[in-house]
C-alpha cells in the first residue's frame, strides 16, 4: 500500500500563485506515473497533471503553460507550481500515483484532497 500526504492549499487572489507538495510513505518507481487530479464542486474527478520517467510530463489543456508538475524520486515527492490562478481553478486537489504492489498488481492511490481556492 501507498500512503500520499498533501500540503500546501489555500486561498489565493486571481493571478496569484500557490505550491502543492506530496509525499509518498514508499518509493516510487520512476516508470510509474505521479501527479494531480482535481474535482470542483458538482463536476467529476479531472486530470491536472502527471510526470513519469524521463521527464514526461501530461497537462490538462486548461492549465498548459500556467501549472508545472515536477518529482524527486529520491525523496519519493510530486509537487505542482501553479501560476497565474483563476477562479475555475478553484478544486479540491488530489495526489496520485499508480504503482504495483506485490499481490494486487498495479493500483492507483489518492491522496486526502487539498482544497484550493481562487477568489478575490
Known amino acids: 500500500q501507498v500512503q500520499l500526504v498533501e500540503s500546501g492549499g489555500g486561498l489565493v487572489q486571481p493571478g496569484g500563485s500557490l505550491r502543492l507538495s506530496c509525499a509518498a510513505s514508499r518509493s516510487i518507481p520512476s516508470i510509474n506515473p505521479m501527479g494531480w487530479y482535481r474535482q470542483a464542486p458538482g463536476k467529476q474527478r479531472e486530470l491536472v497533471a502527471t510526470?513519469?520517467?524521463?521527464?514526461?510530463?501530461n497537462y490538462a489543456d486548461s492549465v498548459k503553460g500556467r501549472f508545472t508538475v515536477s518529482r524527486d524520486n529520491g525523496k519519493n515527492t510530486v509537487t505542482l507550481q501553479m501560476n497565474s490562478l483563476r477562479p475555475e481553478d478553484t478544486a479540491v486537489y488530489y495526489c496520485?500515483?499508480?504503482?504495483?504492489?506485490?499481490?494486487?498488481?498495479?493500483?492507483?492511490?489518492w491522496g486526502q484532497g487539498t482544497q484550493v481556492t481562487v477568489s478575490s
Open positions: 510526470v513519469t520517467s524521463g521527464g514526461s510530463r
Open positions: 496520485y500515483v499508480n504503482t504495483f504492489v506485490i499481490g494486487l498488481g498495479y493500483r492507483d492511490f
